[in-house]
Nanobody, 116 residues
Framework: QEALVESGGGLVQPGGSLRLSCAAS????????MGWYRQAPGKERELVAT???????KYADPVKGRFTISKDVVANMIYLQMNNLKPEDTAVYYC??????????WGKGTLVTVSS
């Protein structure tokens, strides 16, 4: 059964950095794309960054220039490097994968808290 497991969340001060990881139980090259979403308390889940099968990527405006999504197809992992973190980045971050049939898979999330 396909599964995604996130790790790397935690408490960080404003201006700090964190690197999130997402481990897939299957080859990630089989997915059309993979991405990171986040959901802050009281808000809807929103797309943060996406990386496509052949390596192109896109970012939500609030994180452009601060976050970088990457992947390791040998290790079946994707990452989200988050720099210059702000309190408004506080959220549960979820890993997502889009299957070719249009369905998708979600991880259970990892909490990122940005606070002094």
């Amino acid at each position: 059964q396909e599964a995604l497991v996130e790790s790397g969340g935690g408490l960080v001060q404003p201006g700090g950095s964190l690197r999130l990881s997402c481990a897939a139980s299957t080859t990630i090259f089989s997915f059309n794309s993979m991405g990171w979403y986040r959901q802050a308390p009281g808000k809807e889940r929103e797309l943060v960054a996406t990386i496509f099968r052949y390596g192109s990527s896109k970012y939500a405006d609030p994180v452009k220039g601060r976050f970088t999504i990457s992947k390791d197809v040998v290790a079946n992992m994707i990452y989200l490097q988050m720099n210059n973190l702000k309190p408004e980045d506080t959220a549960v971050y979820y890993c997502n994968a889009d299957r070719p049939d249009g369905s998708d898979i979600w991880g259970k999330g990892t909490l990122v808290t940005v606070s002094s």
